[in-house]
């Protein structure tokens, strides 16, 4: 059975910067390919930042490009999101996924992770 289980979340002052942890158990890390997602309230969930197989290929949303970086440490079972230069409009819970089957995917779509963690507040005020 696939957990994840994030970590790191808090409350940060504008300008601040948070580091997130996804620890995953069951299998080993490298075989799955990361995201993370977050959902404002009020609002849908939406793409953050994914990390694939190849720790090469990453993807940001342009919201968060320059200030967030995702990369993983495969020994630890981990995947990191540090997320720096933080913006009120950056509090959401945050999510991270994880997708085990290989091939092409939309490293965007939601929908193409199998695995959730339960998610962790980060809450920037001004």
């Known amino acids: 059975q696939v957990q994840l289980v994030e970590s790191g979340g808090g409350l940060v002052q504008a300008g601040g910067s948070l580091r997130l942890s996804c620890a995953v158990s069951?299998?080993?890390?490298?075989?799955?390919?990361m995201g993370w997602f977050r959902q404002a309230p009020g609002k849908e969930r939406e793409f953050v930042t994914a990390?694939?197989?190849?720790?090469?290929?990453?993807y940001y949303a342009d919201s968060v490009k320059g200030r967030f970086s995702i990369f993983r440490d495969n020994p630890k079972n981990t995947v990191f999101l540090q997320m720096n230069s933080l913006k009120p409009e950056d509090t959401a819970v945050y999510y991270c996924?994880?997708?085990?089957?290989?091939?092409?995917?939309?490293?965007?779509?939601?929908?193409?992770?199998?695995?959730w963690g339960q998610g962790t507040q980060v809450t920037v005020s001004s």
């Open positions: 996924a994880a997708r085990s089957r290989r091939g092409y995917y939309d490293p965007r779509g939601e929908y193409e992770y199998a695995y």
């Open positions: 069951g299998r080993a890390i490298i075989s799955y390919a």
């Open positions: 990390i694939k197989w190849s720790a090469a290929d990453t």
